[in-house]
Nanobody
Framework: QLQLVESGGGLVQPGGSLRLSCAASGFTLDYYAIGWFRQAPGKEREFIAGINWSGRSTYYKDSVKGRFIISRDNAKNTVYLQMNSLKPEDTAVYYC????????????????WGQGAQVTVSS
């Protein structure tokens, strides 16, 4: 079974940090671009960060640039999203996606998805 398994979500106070992990099971991420998306209640799924297959190029939504960092460790078959200086408006379910030929901002171009990780930022 090919799947992405997410972990690291939870409740955090404003200004705090969380680190999400996205681990591949049943396949290698070596040649896949990875995107992180989030979806708040009643909202469209939106792109927040992406990384190309080699890890040499990264892309960020303007509102998270400078606060979030996407990285990958192909040896561990895992991608990470480090989230710092979290704000209440960051509250959402976060999803990782993997694709061999994906347009980073477009969720329709990703082949595999994680199950989602709830991130709640509240005092």
């Amino acid at each position: 079974q090919l799947q992405l398994v997410e972990s690291g979500g939870g409740l955090v106070q404003p200004g705090g940090s969380l680190r999400l992990s996205c681990a591949a099971s049943g396949f290698t991420l070596d040649y896949y671009a990875i995107g992180w998306f989030r979806q708040a209640p009643g909202k469209e799924r939106e792109f927040i960060a992406g990384i190309n297959w080699s890890g040499r190029s990264t892309y960020y939504k303007d509102s998270v640039k400078g606060r979030f960092i996407i990285s990958r460790d192909n040896a561990k078959n895992t991608v990470y999203l480090q989230m710092n200086s979290l704000k209440p408006e960051d509250t959402a379910v976060y999803y990782c996606g993997a694709g061999l030929s994906s347009t980073y901002w477009s969720p329709n171009t990703y082949a595999y998805w994680g199950q989602g990780a709830q991130v709640t930022v509240s005092s």
